[in-house]
């Protein structure tokens, strides 16, 4: 059974790659409309967790609700249709493919108005319009990034999961990713992100898990955990 707002209630998820678990017992929540972020050290087990709530492997132990809705033994396109998209860190878009072709794969898991769907996300990526004929190969890194994050939007998630979206970019396409992540955000999208740059990912984030060795650590709003002497220490640095 799930309670309260959550959309995505994970609780006490183990799992792994058939070794010894690499996350044990982890709980977390999403809301609608907040973005909750998944920080911690490398190897910590972030993107495990995301792995298993999206569906990409089956965890040993704990259950996993989306609205309400028990998805723990779903397959992959199946938590799809329940709400869950997952944005991965790598080959998030099909290179060989157009913008727009890749835009109608993500909408595979739809009825109907793949192409009404299409055009709303246009406006909210004007660039990817512009240029929706050109194949995802020829993109930059910034234009991927916008590129995989309306593709997961396709299926209008309730949860749109996203595993380091701005890895690797410049800082000017850093902030125009929050800037996308915010605005997704406002459409009452439950928004679970893992991020490198803590401190950035904090001041965005309604509420925030500190997740180490695979377990809960810490977890507040982006606001305590900026002023969390642990989290300080370890991650954030001090501004001198
Ligand atoms: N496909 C896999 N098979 C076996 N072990 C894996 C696999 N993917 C990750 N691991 C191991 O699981 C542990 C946690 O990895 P994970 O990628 O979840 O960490 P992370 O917190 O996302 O780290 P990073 O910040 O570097 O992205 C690591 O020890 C890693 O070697
Ligand atoms: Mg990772």
Redesign the pocket.
Known sequence: MSNDDAVLDVQGITAG?GGPP?IDQVSIKAKKGEITAIV?P???????LLKAVAGLIRPAAGRVFVEGKEVTTQPVEKRVRYGIAYVPQVENVFPDLSIRENLDMGGYARKSGVSERIDQLFELFPDLKESSHRRASTLSGGQRTMLALARGLMVDPSVLILDEPSVGLSPKFQSLVWERIEQIRSTKVSILI?EQNTRETLRHAQWAYVLVLGRNRLEGTGQELLQNEEVINLYVGRLS
Do not use: E, R
């Open positions: 790659y690499i911690g490398n190897g910590a087990g972030k993107s495990t893992v």
